[in-house]
């Protein structure tokens, strides 16, 4: 079966680093994506994965390794507005997204 | 400014009535998505349309239908709601060209099946 895991929740403190871990088993894969949703609020892009390495995008950044199954999200300089939920998905070989549950963050001051 | 809308952005029904949750975009995206979301789970694909007249089922399509009559709607409908469609509800779409492009999100209807 297809299976994405990644933490239900995390905390972390304003102005500090986290990283959002995410491992996935699926049938193909054609690129990894990150979205941010906001409690209420619908799913916006966050990054999008189809090569081993690292992308940076302001403070955010996401790595991605297909040989293990795994990608992360980097949060740099925390603000409280990064409170959120980060979900991790996976473009299989039917070009479908498979998404996992998210991660909920939570900012402390 | 393009956009994606759905409506009613809330419902509650009860638990045999026919439910229609429409979604009408201005991005003239080809690809349109419909997903529910509930505590626990990831996103799940219940239909999805690549064009006009085109329409898949998805992951969790049991109970739900749609139609492409046009560019800009899919309308989702539950035949016979159930309790077990109580949920979140979002409509999403994307670019043709490139099947991985990002999706942009509906803001979301929340259902209720009494």
């Known amino acids: 079966g297809q299976n994405i895991d990644q933490p239900t929740e995390m905390t972390a403190t304003e102005g500090a680093i986290v990283q959002i871990n995410c491992t996935y088993q699926t049938s193909g894969f054609n690129g990894l994506f990150w979205y941010q949703q906001h409690a209420g609020e619908a799913p916006t892009f966050l990054s999008y994965n189809v090569l081993d390495g690292l992308e940076e995008k302001g403070r955010f950044s996401s790595f991605l390794s297909r040989s293990k199954g795994y990608s992360y999200l980097l949060l740099k300089e925390l603000q409280m507005k990064d409170s959120a939920s980060y979900l991790c998905a996976v473009m299989d070989s039917n070009y479908q997204l498979i998404w996992g549950a998210g991660t909920k963050l939570i900012i402390k001051p | ?114």
């Not at chain 2, 109970?63 to 800009?72: A, D, I, L, Q």
């Not at chain 2, 899919?74 to 016979?80: A, D, K």
């Open chain 2, 1 to 114: 400014d393009a956009e994606i809308t759905q409506s009613p952005r809330h419902k509650i029904t009860e638990t045999g009535r026919q439910v229609t949750l429409a979604c009408h975009q201005t991005w003239n995206h080809n690809n349109m998505f419909w997903y529910r979301q509930d505590l626990g789970h990831g996103l799940r694909l219940i239909h999805y349309s690549y064009g006009v007249q085109d329409t898949n089922k998805g992951e969790v399509s049991d109970g739900y239908s749609v139609s492409r009559s046009n560019t800009e709607d899919l309308p989702l409908t539950l035949e016979s709601a159930a309790s077990s469609q109580t949920s979140v509800y979002f409509c999403a779409s994307s670019m043709a060209s490139e099947p991985y492009n990002e999706q942009f999100f509906g803001p979301g209807t929340r259902l209720t099946v009494l």
